[in-house]
């Protein structure tokens, strides 16, 4: 009998293929089935910062002090798609492939970080978005700040695999967090400095601001074009907070591993 | 040489209700041998071990903790206590057609299914073809999983999965499914495989199967292993005790 695999069950290298064929099946599910495919995860943050441009420039003619306001929208608005489109994600990870999760015996963490690799994936795929708007709009500033775009991203990666692994197992146990995660990021999106910065912020609000992990990351995302942003309490505080997420997270998985498998 | 599964001690719980009131408190308590009310063990203190090469039938009456039993050795479920040690790779025949996506083609499900369980692509595209061929898909190779036939949906499974390298089987009642043509040709694969030497857990309520493929029985009753011997004797036993009380 020959015994052909990649890598033994448990190795990191079958981990990671196991991960990239559940992300792959995910992109290609989005993108075989639907004739606008890739415009998808272009056209839900194109047309919400249309909106939001229109919104703050044309009707309440009060910027937020940033020029170009539609590069600094949408340097937030794409981050922010890819956060919004996981965790919702998330609460429905395990019931979707609740078949495959009851017969095949894989890690059960690759449930949740394929959500984050595919949507991951979806994100990078909507940079060139803007990249040109950052190329046609007069004005707009571009420097070495782009530096911290990559560490956003890695930031941006531990905290949404730490949020998954404590949303997904909650979600699976508990019916009703589906729909109040779901209210908690609508909430969420205003409570963020995505279409305005920190320090629009009044008063104590600049301080409690700041304890929103996506408030620092999405500032290490901005750099490039405003470094005029840089707010060193916000992104310390964020990396700090995204951190314990993480820890947390791994600690819930674990514990409630078990109950969930029963639960499917 | 060491056993293929061993199993030691090994109990699960469930909730009687699923709606139960679940509480917070779940998430600190620890899986201890307390039984909280409204939970019941659908196995308990079970232990046996399986040599490669054996074929091993499980029989009890429904809801006895059999295909429980199996997701357990497949790694689907973990146990409250004991533990369950498989040596080796398992290639589940249970919920047979779950691992496939209704959007995407028979050909893509194929080899979705077989990367899971770790066969690379340079495996799976020499295997392709006998694959198709045993599944009797032929023309349908293009067309999204979720257009064909539930018979259709089962060979398929049936024939990716038992393609699969892995030393041990699982079968979960899943035979009885597809026609008899197609079933025919599933016990000659079984026969297949276990003249390979490789190790069989089957799940059936089908007496003729079990003594056709099976050499050793497990009776379950009750979330508790009652028998273990031949599968003529388990058999026997089981068929006594289900008998009518005249």
Partial sequence: MSRAAVGAPGTP?????????????????????????????????????????????????????????????????LPWVWFNSSVSDFTKAFKKDSRLVRSTNIPRSIWVNRIVLSKGMEFLFSLPVLVLFAIFSPGTEFGWGILWFPVAMALQVILLVGLGMLVAPLCALYADLERTTGLILRALF????????????????????????????????????FPDQWHLDTVLIGAVITLAIFVLGQWVFRTLERPVLKEL | MAAAIEV?????????????????KDLFASASRRTRPGEFWALRDVSFDVQPGESIGVVGRNGQGKSTLLRLVAGVLLPDEGSVAVNGGVAPLIELTGGFVGDLTVRENVRLTAGLHGMPKSEIASRYDEMIAFAELEEFQETPYKHLSNGMKVRLAFSVVSQLD??????????????????????????????????????????????????RGLYLNKGALVLDAGINEVLDRYNSDSMPQA
């Avoid at chain 1, 981990?15 to 992300?23: A, E, G």
């Fill in chain 1, 190 to 225: 205003y409570a963020t400095p995505i279409i305005y910065s920190v320090s629009n912020l009044p008063g104590p609000f600049e301080t409690i601001g700041s304890f929103n992990p996506l408030a620092g990351i999405f500032t290490l995302y901005r750099m490039a074009f």
């Fill in chain 2, 166 to 215: 892995e030393p041990i089987l699982l079968v979960d009642e899943v035979l009885a499914v597809g026609d008899k043509a197609f079933r025919d040709k599933c016990y000659k694969r079984i026969d297949e495989l276990l003249a390979e030497g490789r190790t069989l857990f089957f799940v059936s309520h089908n007496e003729r199967d079990l003594r056709r493929f099976c050499t």
């Fill in chain 2, 8 to 24: 030691r001690g090994l109990g699960v719980q469930f909730r009687r209700n699923r709606r139960g009131r679940r509480s917070f």
């Fill in chain 1, 13 to 77: 290298r079958r981990y990671l293929h196991s991960l990239w064929l559940l992300s792959a099946r995910d992109l290609k599910v989005r993108y075989a089935t639907s004739f606008l495919g890739y415009l998808w995860s272009v056209l839900d943050p194109l047309v919400m910062s249309a909106i939001y441009w229109f919104v703050f420039t044309q009707v309440f003619k009060r910027d937020v002090g940033e020029d170009p306001y539609i590069v600094f929208l949408i340097s937030a608005l």
